[in-house]
T-cell receptor, first 111, second 120 residues
């Protein structure tokens, strides 16, 4: 069953604007990761935030984690057309090694 | 360097036939995972290998699904007597061990391009 739930399901913005996606999960986690998927094929790892971290940056990406609310957000600043993709949050908790993915946010950057 | 590769990239089969999907992980990665992505179910974890053993098979949806890994490298996912609901993209991922000699997998997984399976 899906643990992470992203919102919005779809997001369309103009190039140069910031894009924010949110993820909620249900059980305790060791870490939360964000992945990007282009054209429905392989996923690319973007960033990982551990359960004892509250915010993390990587280039134009900023991730926050609120374990009390069981939620995370992914901010992409100064969006580019190449950022058009589906974005998934994934959690790993307890003794599990497999990731549990949300349903994803489909981001479209309008040129 | 070479990433995770999967073959075939696309597979069309008839209902009731068996199919084998192959995954070549990144060299040196001891952990290997299979996931399935379908419109109705999203991304689902199927099975995890550490070396040649599979400590977590919890995601396999039925006994028609099996997987093996030999030599700590290549893995095959076999689906017997395929059904139309098996149509999906099957994704393989690999990762390093958490620390040298550890049986736990590192956090970051590297995904292959997937095999799109269509069961007619």
């Amino acid at each position: 069953s899906q643990q992470g739930e992203e919102d919005p399901q779809a997001l369309s913005i103009q190039e140069g604007e910031n894009a924010t996606m949110n993820c909620s999960y249900k059980t305790s986690i060791n870490n939360l990761q964000w992945y990007r998927q282009n054209s429905g094929r392989g996923l690319v790892h973007l960033i990982l935030i551990r359960s004892n971290e509250r915010e993390k940056h990587s280039g134009r990406l900023r991730v926050t984690l609120d374990t009390s609310k069981k939620s995370s957000s992914l901010l992409i600043t100064a969006s580019r057309a190449a950022d058009t993709a589906s974005y998934f949050c994934a959690t790993r908790g307890g003794g599990a090694d497999g990731l549990t993915f949300g349903k994803g946010t489909h981001l479209i950057i309008q040129p | 360097g070479a990433g995770v590769s999967q073959s075939p990239s696309n597979k069309v089969t008839e209902k009731g036939k068996d199919v084998e999907l192959r995954c070549d992980p990144i060299s040196g990665h001891t952990a290997l995972y299979w996931y399935r992505q379908s419109l109705g179910q999203g991304l689902e974890f199927l099975i995890y290998f550490q070396g040649n053993s599979a400590p977590d098979k919890s995601g396999l949806p039925s006994d028609r699904f099996s997987a093996e890994r030999t030599g700590g490298s290549v893995s095959t996912l076999t689906i017997q007597r395929t059904q139309q609901e098996d149509s999906a993209v099957y994704l393989c991922a690999s990762s390093l061990a958490r620390t040298s000699g550890s049986t736990r997998a590192a956090d970051t997984q590297y995904f292959g391009p997937g095999t799109r399976l269509t069961v007619l």
